[in-house]
C-alpha cells in the first residue's frame, strides 16, 4: 500500500475526499486516464466501527492507493507503480515497474485450490429467535413506525483448512460473471470478499448509473420452472411493493443532484442460485459531484437498510445479535476526477484462517412471512459456501 486514509463518523466520506483531494493535488501522474492512480476501499455500514469480532481489523471507512495497480481496458492491459515521499524519484518508480512487469509476465497460470470443506456451523439466529424478531419488525411496520426494513443472519462455518481467499474469489468469478467481485484485507490478516450483484452508484462525468435490486425468488431445476418462478415474482404484491419502495427513495436521493432521471423498466436479474427483481435508473448531474458525495447520499439504500432510515437502522441495531461490519456497506473506487463506481458488499463472507462468517439479509414488509424470509437467507448464503463445501 503506497497511502492509506480512515476516517469514522457522519463526515467519515468527507474526510476522506479531503484527504484524497490533498494527495492528488500533489501528484506527478504519468500515463492514459486509464492508469491513472484510483483509491480502493470501503466502509462499515453503521457510521461507528465496533472493533468487535471478527471485523476487528476493519475501521469505519478506509481507502488505500495501492503501490501496484492493474487496470484491463478491452485486450490492453496497464500497470501503474505509486509511490510517495522519499521513494517517490522517478529512477526508483521506474525500476519498481519494471520488476514488477517481469514478475506479472513470469506468472503461470496455476490451478485453482478446491473447496477447503466444511466441518462445523454455527448459526447466529436461531429458528425461533428469527421468528420473533420478524414477527415484531412486521408488528412495528403494520402499526406505521417503519414501511420496510431489512434484517440479516450471520453464519459462522469452520473449515477443514484455511481458505485461499483470492482462489475463493476466482471462483466466484466463474459462477457469478455478471457480479461486482471485491476482496479486502486492511491488515493482511482477516479477509473480507464477496461476488455481489448489486451496484450502488457509478459516476463518469456527470452520468450516473445505479439501480434497485430487491425482491427475490429461487432458480427452477427445469426452463419451465424457472421461468414460472420468474413470473411468480413479477407478478408478486409483496415482492413489488419491497421494490418499489427502493426505487422511490433512490429517485427521490438523487433528484436534488439530477438535471435528468430515466428510470428503465422492471425486469429480472438471473444468477446462479436466485433471480431477482431488478429497475436500472441513471441520471444525469446538474453540476459536477463527486462520486462519494452520491455514495453519502444513497447508503444505507432501502434495500440494505429500511425506510425511515433512521428509525430502520435503530431496529437493525437492537435486533441483530452480531455486528455487521462492512456487510451489505459500499466497497468501489474513486479516481482523482471524483469519477468512481461502488457495489453494495452482499453475497459476502470475512475468512480469517479455517473461520469464516457469511452474511445474508432479507427486507420486511407488512405481509412478510418468517419461514419464507429464513428459507430467502438460505438461498443468498449459497454463493459463498457452495464455494466452501467440498463436493465429496
Known amino acids: ?16 475526499r479531503r484527504a484524497a483531494t490533498a494527495l492528488f493535488d500533489g501528484a506527478d501522474v504519468d500515463g492514459p486516464g486509464i492508469a491513472r492512480p484510483r483509491f ?26 495501492p503501490e501496484a495497480q492493474v487496470a484491463f481496458d478491452g485486450d490492453d492491459a496497464w500497470l501503474t507503480v505509486t509511490a510517495v515521499d522519499a521513494e517517490a524519484d522517478a529512477e526508483t518508480v521506474d525500476d519498481r515497474l519494471d520488476d514488477l512487469r517481469e514478475t506479472l509476465e513470469s506468472l503461470d497460470d496455476a490451478p485453482l485450490e478446491g473447496p477447503p470443506g466444511v466441518s462445523d456451523r454455527h448459526r447466529t439466529t436461531s429458528v425461533e429467535a428469527w421468528h420473533e ?8 411496520i403494520r402499526a406505521g413506525d417503519l414501511r420496510k426494513v431489512v434484517l440479516a443472519q450471520a453464519l459462522e462455518v469452520e473449515l477443514d483448512r484455511p481458505a ?8 466466484l468469478g466463474g459462477t457469478y460473471p455478471d457480479c461486482h467481485r471485491f476482496l479486502v484485507e486492511p491488515n493482511g490478516g482477516a479477509s473480507f470478499l464477496g461476488a455481489t450483484p448489486e451496484r450502488l452508484v457509478s459516476l463518469r462525468g456527470r452520468e450516473v448509473e445505479t439501480g434497485a435490486l430487491a425482491g427475490t425468488t429461487g432458480r427452477g431445476d427445469t426452463d ?46 438471473k444468477l446462479a442460485t436466485v433471480q431477482h427483481l431488478w429497475t436500472p435508473i441513471d441520471a444525469t ?100 459456501l457452495d464455494e466452501l463445501e467440498r463436493d465429496d
Open 285 to 384: 448531474l446538474e453540476r459536477d459531484e463527486h462520486v462519494l458525495s452520491l455514495v453519502d447520499a444513497l447508503h444505507p439504500t432501502p434495500a440494505v437498510g429500511g425506510l425511515p432510515p433512521e428509525a430502520a437502522l435503530d431496529v437493525i441495531r437492537d435486533t441483530e445479535p452480531f455486528d455487521r461490519g462492512w456487510y451489505a456497506a459500499p466497497v468501489g473506487w474513486f479516481d482523482a476526477d471524483g469519477d468512481g463506481s461502488f457495489a453494495v458488499a452482499l453475497r459476502s463472507a470475512i475468512v480469517e484462517e479455517t473461520l469464516a462468517t457469511l452474511f445474508a439479509g432479507v427486507g420486511l414488509v407488512a405481509d412478510s412471512d418468517p419461514d419464507a424470509e429464513w428459507d430467502e437467507v438460505q438461498l443468498k448464503y449459497r454463493p459463498i
Open 133 to 140: 424478531s420478524v414477527d415484531a419488525a412486521v408488528s412495528r
Open 224 to 269: 419451465d420452472e424457472d421461468e414460472w418462478l420468474a413470473n411468480e415474482l413479477l407478478g408478486s404484491e409483496k415482492d413489488n411493493h419491497e421494490h418499489e419502495l427502493v426505487a422511490e427513495t433512490i429517485r427521490e436521493q438523487l433528484a436534488p443532484l439530477s438535471a435528468d432521471i430515466r428510470v428503465g423498466d422492471r425486469g429480472i436479474r
Open 40 to 65: 480502493f476501499g470501503g466502509l462499515a455500514f453503521h457510521e461507528e466501527a465496533t472493533g468487535r469480532d471478527p471485523w476487528a481489523d476493519f475501521p469505519a471507512a478506509r481507502f488505500v492507493v
Open 164 to 171: 485461499a481467499a483470492p482462489d475463493l474469489l476466482a471462483r
Open 1 to 16: 500500500v503506497a497511502v492509506a486514509v480512515e476516517a469514522d463518523g457522519p463526515e467519515r466520506l468527507a474526510r476522506v
